[in-house]
């Protein structure tokens, strides 16, 4: 199986910046996409930014175009979540997640395609 683990979480002021990484130990030519999620208590899984291995694609959630961007560094199996102008309301677990099946979604309205998931971590934005 494939292991993700994630890093960079921790505490900010509004208005800071974070970024969390997300390690993989699979393959980077077999997988198909990355995504990092996020989940409040009580609430549904939120897709907040992905990357599609192959072309680069990335896309990201309305509520933070212009703040977060997604990247990868295929030499260190890593894909990033740079979160700038941080609110409160960004506070939660974050979560990266793949899939390494062609025949899965991407989509953010289908985290159940996703096979493989890190612990998650916490942000929190004062």
């Known amino acids: 199986d494939v292991q993700l683990v994630e890093s960079g979480g921790g505490l900010v002021q509004a208005g800071g910046s974070l970024r969390l990484s997300c390690q993989a130990s699979?393959?980077?030519?077999?997988?198909?996409?990355m995504g990092w999620f996020r989940q409040a208590p009580g609430k549904e899984r939120e897709g907040v930014a992905r990357?599609?291995?192959?072309?680069?694609?990335?896309y990201l959630a309305d509520s933070v175009k212009g703040r977060f961007t997604i990247s990868q560094d295929n030499a260190k199996n890593t894909v990033y979540l740079q979160m700038n102008s941080l609110k409160p309301e960004d506070t939660t677990m974050y979560y990266c997640?793949?899939?390494?099946?062609?025949?899965?979604?991407?989509?953010?309205?289908?985290?159940?395609?996703?096979?493989?998931w890190g612990q998650g971590t916490q942000v929190t934005v004062s």
């Open positions: 990357l599609e291995t192959g072309t680069g694609t990335t």
């Open positions: 997640a793949a899939i390494y099946d062609s025949r899965r979604s991407c989509a953010f309205s289908s985290p159940f395609e996703y096979q493989f």
């Open positions: 699979g393959s980077t030519y077999s997988r198909k996409c």
